[in-house]
Structures are given as C-alpha cells and as structure tokens.
C-alpha cells in the first residue's frame, strides 16, 4: 500500500511589490497597473516575475487634458528651480512690464540686462541655500509702490514725521534740478555714475510711474540718494522751495525714504547697479553727517556684498570682454568705476582708525578689474575701450584716479605695519619701513598733476561749473593725503624728544599739517563760488582739519621748546577753525567735544593761558604765517613771510571766553608736556582719530 503524500498549506500569495521603476527611482508605488508614476512618464510599468504590462488606453480628451496638467506642473517647477539657482535673473524676472525700470541697461532699445558684460564671469548663486520664496513667499512678490511729491509737499512730509506706505519720490521737475546741481557740485568727487545713462533711466522711471508699471527698487533709491546728497549745498538747493528752511528737512526725509527703498530691493533680493550706486551716495551722506558710524560701515558693507553678487569684482577677468555695442562699453567703466570706489572705501576706512582699524574686507588677490580710464562722460558716448586721456589732462574722475593711489598706499602701510589688528608699539617698529612708506605718499604728491597740485595758480576759481569741479578735486585730494600722512608720523611725533630718529616724522608731520590749514586759507582768501566753504564744511572735510588741529596740538605739549610764539600762534587758529565749525557740523561738534572729555578722562589739570596770551600780543606783534614748499623729502623750511594774521582783542576774547566756559584747550596746550609719550598714545587710542 502506497503512503499517502504529505500535504502542503496553501501559502496565501502576497500583494505584487512596487515595480521596478518605482524601486530604482525609490518613489512610493501605488501598485496598480500600470502605476502612476509610469503612467505620468509614459514608462511600461513592470513588476518582478511578470511581463511587461502595456498602458491603458485612455480616451483621447482625458488623454490631452492630462498631458496639459502635467506639463504646467513640470514648468512649474522648472521655474522654481531656476529661481533657486539663478535668483531673479530667470526669464519671468525680465518681463517687458519691468524692462523700463530694472537697470541702467534696460534703457537700451534692444532691453538687455546688466548680465550681458556685468555678470560674463558669474556663476550660479544661491546655490544650496533657500529661495525667498521658500521663507517668506509674499515678499519677492511685493511691488514697489510710489507716489509724487512736490518740494514743498515733501518738505511738509518731513515737517509732520509722515509715514506712509508708499515710497515719496520727488517731481520729475525736482529731480532734474538735483541732477544738474549733483553734475556740478558732487559728479567730480563720487565718479560711480555716467550722468547721461541716469538721466534717461530718470526719464523711463517717471514714463513707468506714470502708467501705473512696476518700479525697480534700485533706480528708485538712486533718484532719492541724488536728491537727497543735495541737502549739504542748502544755499543753492532752496529756490525749489517756498521757504529756504526746508531744504535740509527735506533733505533728511529723502534719505529716510532713498534707506526704505533699499531696504525694499534687499527684502525682494532685487540687486541692481543703480541699489549700489544709491548705497554709495547715502554711505558718502552718512559719512559725512555722522562719521564712520555703525550705520555708514553697515552701508558700505552691503554695497560691496551686492557688488560681489553681480559679479563686479571680476569684469575683467576675460582678457576679451563681450563687448558688443556702446551700450556695453558704458556699462564695462561704470563697473570698473563702482567696484574700485568700494575697494578704496574699504582700506581707507581701515586706514582712518576706530575698531575696523587695520581690517578690510577686500583683498586685491581677490578681484579682477581694471583700472577705470582718465575719460569723460562724452568720451563713452564716441570712443572705443581703447580711448584713454592723458593723466596731465583734466577729467571727471581725475580725483578718482588719485584717490586710488592713496587708498593702494594705506593698504600697503596697513599690510607693513598691522601684523595684527592692533597698531604695534612705535618704538618695536622698523623705521626704516615708516621712511619708506612715506616715499609712496610723497610719490603721490609729487606726482599729482598741474591742476590737483595745492600751488596751481594757473587754474583760478571761478562760476564755471569746470573750474568749480577741479577746485573741489584739488581740495579735497590735498586733504586726504596730508592728512593720513599725518597720521603715518603721529605715533612717533610723540617720541621724538626720547628719539632724535624720529626728528624726520616730525617735520613731515607738521609739514602736512600746516599743509591742510593751507588749503582752507587758500578758499577763504580767494573769491570763490557760492557754496565752497559749505563743501570745506562737511564732516568729513573738517575731520582732516581736526586731525592736522591735533597735530599742532600734541607737537606744542610735547616737544615744547623756550621759543614757540609761532607755534603757539599756529595752534590759536587751529582752536578759531574748529570752534567756527562746531556750528557748521555734528561731526566737528562731537569731535571736539570728545577730544574735551577724554582730556578730563585723563586729568590734564593745567595753569591758565591768558599769560602766554599776554606774550603773544602784548608788543602788538603779527603771526607770520608759514608758507611750506616741497623742496625735497622730508625737509621743512624755516619759517618764511608770506601772509600776516594780526591778533585783536575779539580773537583773544574768543579764545579766552571758551576756555572761561569750560574748554581745557588752553591747560592743554602749555602744560601738556607733563604727560609721558604712554598718556599721549592712550589719549590716542581713546580718540580714535578718524579720517573720513
């Protein structure tokens, strides 16, 4: 008899895996057949240890209607992906609503976009971060929204703290006036700018106003940042107003509103040449009425990172730029122009002292751009990127040119000197360094051309908007490199009695000291335009004369000798210029006023001043003025009779009712040689001695 077979459990069959295209791609499977993720790629759908299984046929509407769906959705996400990667250089962020408004390119007929040269050598950015749309969806989204207002109206504005949710943009009208003022007064000294290409962005900004377009948040913000540059030039800017008093109220109610429109281009990362260009107008305004504030490193600070972003640290980095048209020329030295006026910005700032000092933020190893040309505005209109004018001839951005030769010897002083970010002990330094690195500034002296120099007589000043331009370059220039060659000596005029070494970092000190007062006695004695002396007046000029001011100072207290009338002498106008100023400026107010409290802090407790008063006048003899020529490196002539300044009884009343008031000018200077070179160097360090 046969045994009966074993008998198997029926094994229940288990529900059929994802497919295989599922798997590989490890999406989530919803195991039908054919499953939809290959039904919406069109892909046979094939499951393990079975054949192929063909689609389903689908009626031919719903078929169309699907294709439709799931192409919009593809689309969908393409975009969000270039907006990722690209930020808003995608196709839909250069829609034609917006081409009139974006950027000084846009104004072409063909509405190319600053990438074209500018943005040649970038690379995708944002990469591996978060989208704005991802963080905060309604804001890349926000339009710029803004409402005309007349001068008065926008004074009135600034008279009742009105805040509003629109932007408060000035009348074409306004606008065109700030312009023509901004060309003669501010053109020659903030080169950022080819005037003719921001007039016609002006023209389409107010043609897309008008017509209810969307409007680019940078060339708002420099509308605004012009207009509001205008409020240190009050004589000349109030005939747009009812009543004069308004102007500088408006002034300071357009730069509020110039700070929101930036701030409205940062939300909605809507980064332009023209948002920095305004961030460097308002940087310079700050600087200017605030001094190097948090708030005017901050500034600077975003410029140069929104420049990085468009790529302008390396435009030149093709030995052969896409140049195709006049158009991209233009664009091509207005970058050159923007990114090396950062660049100088940032080492002078670390230059000039306070915590940044000796830290900058742009190394040189680090950018690729040229030089910008000695041409005119005009000359970027007709010539060809070869055209370039002779250092000797005159141009709007003469003093740009120089003022990059300054900023390169500050970083290289900074670069010999700081091996930390804490100026070293004068005494532990190599001399020889210091003389060598005064070479470059006395290079830089040498060398400027005939209409920079301090004694060009040849160049007159007059009403001529040319004139006028080369004078405020020829002022300015002077006072910004004597002054930081100034500041290059200063710790070792403080030892020189201990040090006969240091007798040249005297007199080179001194020397370019008196050198800064020079060019105020030059303006003041000359019949100027109206509107120079409110230039000279600006923080940031009168912090040069606050410098040299201190100078002559701590030369008379330290290295005090038995015949110092002449010294004395200097130091007494020193005291008339700064007092005159603290009406003028915040700047040289809170100057002064700090030097006063840290003089207390560090209790110079000295005899009164009206004896040495009595020697200086009581014979009625006159200050003789020195005129300082530069011979040679390095030597300081004797005293030679060029201009006399008689002492009356008002001026020593002046001097003597300020200190009566409390001011310790006077104890400091006749006993201040008490103090030893280590109390001198920690009222230094207190000061802080910014150069703006």
Not at 229 to 254: R, T, Y
């Amino acid at each position: 008899m046969s045994s009966p077979r074993p008998t198997h459990r029926s094994r229940q069959r288990r529900d059929p895996p994802s497919c295989q295209m599922c798997r590989v791609k490890k999406l989530k499977c919803d195991r039908q057949r054919p499953c939809s993720n290959c039904k919406t790629r069109r892909l046979s759908c094939n499951y393990s240890r079975e054949l192929p299984v063909t689609p389903m046929p689908v009626a031919a509407d719903n078929y169309d209607s699907d294709l439709q769906a799931q192409n919009q959705a593809l689309r969908a996400r393409v975009l969000r992906l270039e907006k990722a990667v690209f930020g808003d250089g995608s196709a839909e962020d250069v829609a034609p609503r917006q081409a009139a408004t974006d950027s000084l390119s846009t104004l072409s007929d063909q509405g190319r976009s600053h990438q074209s040269i500018i943005g040649a050598h970038r690379r995708p950015n944002n990469v591996g971060t978060c989208n704005v749309d991802a963080v905060s969806p309604n804001v890349s989204n926000e339009q710029l929204q803004a409402c005309l207002r007349s001068a008065d109206e926008l004074a009135f504005d600034a008279e009742h703290q009105r805040k509003a949710e629109d932007i408060s943009l000035p009348t074409h009208e306004v606008v065109a006036a700030c312009l023509d003022l901004f060309e003669v007064h501010l053109d020659a000294i903030q080169a950022v700018m080819h005037l003719p290409s921001v007039r016609e962005m002006v023209d389409k900004v107010y043609v897309a106003q008008s017509a209810g377009l969307p409007l680019s948040p940078g060339s708002v913000a420099l509308i605004l940042a012009i207009c509001a540059s205008m409020g240190a030039w009050e004589l000349e800017w109030d005939f747009l107003f009812s009543d004069p008093s308004f102007a500088m109220k408006a002034s300071s109610f357009i730069t509020r509103e110039a700070v929101s429109a930036l701030e409205h281009a940062r939300r909605s990362s809507q980064i332009s040449v023209e948002a920095i260009q305004a961030t460097i107008l308002l940087t310079f305004q700050f600087c200017h009425f605030e001094g190097l504030s948090p708030h005017t490193r901050l500034l600077h600070s975003s410029a140069f990172t929104m420049a990085r972003e468009l790529g302008l640290h390396r435009v030149d980095a093709s030995s052969e730029p896409s140049v195709s048209a006049q158009r991209d020329i233009v664009e091509l030295e207005v970058a050159r122009k923007v990114w090396w006026h950062l660049a100088c910005t940032d080492w002078l700032f670390a230059y000039n002292g306070g915590p940044h000092e000796g830290v900058y933020s742009i190394h040189p190893q680090h950018m690729a751009v040229k030089l910008p040309r000695n041409i005119n505005h005009d000359d970027l209109a007709i010539r060809d990127m070869a055209f370039t004018r002779s250092d000797k001839e005159p141009t709007i951005i003469s003093f740009h040119l120089q003022r990059i030769k300054i900023a390169v010897v500050c970083r290289e002083v900074m670069d010999e000197i700081w091996s930390s970010p804490v100026m070293p002990d004068p005494e532990k330094l190599d001399y020889e360094k210091i003389a060598a690195l005064d070479a470059k500034f006395q290079e830089i002296i040498s060398g400027l051309p005939p209409f920079l120099q301090l004694n060009a007589a040849t160049y007159p000043l007059t009403d001529s908007p040319e004139t006028w331009r080369m004078a405020v370059q020829r002022a300015t220039i002077n006072l910004m490199v004597h002054a930081r060659r100034c500041k290059l000596h200063l710790p070792f005029l403080i030892h020189y009695k201990s040090d006969p070494r240091y007798k040249l970092s005297r007199d080179i000190c001194l020397k370019s000291a008196r050198k800064v007062f020079k060019v105020r006695e030059r303006v003041e004695a000359e019949e100027t335009p109206q509107g120079f002396m409110a230039f000279l007046n600006l923080g940031g000029q009168l912090s040069h004369v606050f410098y040299a001011s201190f100078v002559l100072v701590m030369d008379l207290c330290v290295n005090k000798n038995s015949n110092n009338e002449n010294q004395v002498a200097e130091v007494y106008d020193a005291i008339k210029v700064m007092q005159e100023a603290k009406t003028s400026s915040r700047i040289a107010s809170t100057c002064y006023d700090s030097l006063m409290e840290i003089l207390r802090k560090h209790q110079v407790n000295l005899p009164s001043l009206e004896m040495a008063v009595g020697k200086i006048n009581s014979k009625g003899q006159q200050r003789i003025l020195t005129d300082f020529h530069d011979d040679k490196f390095g030597h300081v002539p004797e005293h030679q009779s060029s201009s006399t300044t008689t002492y009356t009884d008002s001026d020593l009343d002046m001097i003597n009712g300020v200190d009566a008031s409390g001011d310790i000018w006077q104890d400091y200077l006749f006993n201040g040689s008490s103090l030893d070179p280590q109390n001198w160097e920690a009222v230094l360090n207190d000061l802080g001695m910014h150069i703006v």
